[in-house]
């Protein structure tokens, strides 16, 4: 499976963006999908996920109430779309994908894509 991630670019606080991340290789129906990122010099933090059933979204504490991640089944995908973008934003965003939950949450998923660079000038 390779997970592709796309949308990232240079914005300004106060915009917004679509990440977008398909998956080829295999159907991941059955899997819950989500997104992490990565600034410099920081560890690798959780930042959204979906679960297969589409009923059921978890965002970290940072994004909440700015982020909505949602999947489409059709496409194979996730996507993340991200308004009120502030600065401390700014990071390298991957997308991931496991049959469990918590594995994902946890940061230990089965699959990872590569980043999209999200940058957020003040």
């Known amino acids: 499976v390779q997970l592709q991630a796309s949308g990232g670019g240079l914005v300004q606080a106060g915009d917004s963006l679509r990440l977008s991340c398909e998956a080829s290789?295999?159907?991941?129906?059955?899997?819950?999908m989500g997104w992490f990122r990565q600034a410099p010099g920081k560890e690798r933090e959780f930042v959204a996920r979906?679960?297969?059933?589409?009923?059921?979204?978890y965002y970290s504490d940072s994004v909440k109430g700015r982020f909505t991640v949602s999947r489409d089944n059709t496409k194979n995908a996730v996507n993340l779309q991200m308004n009120s973008l502030k600065p401390e934003d700014t990071a390298n965003y991957y997308c991931?994908?496991?049959?469990?939950?918590?594995?994902?949450?946890?940061?230990?998923?089965?699959?990872w894509g590569q980043g999209t660079q999200v940058t957020v000038s003040s």
């Open positions: 290789g295999q159907t991941l129906d059955d899997y819950a």
């Open positions: 979906i679960n297969a059933n589409l009923d059921s979204t």
């Open positions: 991931a994908a496991d049959m469990s939950v918590f594995r994902l949450y946890i940061g230990r998923p089965e699959y």
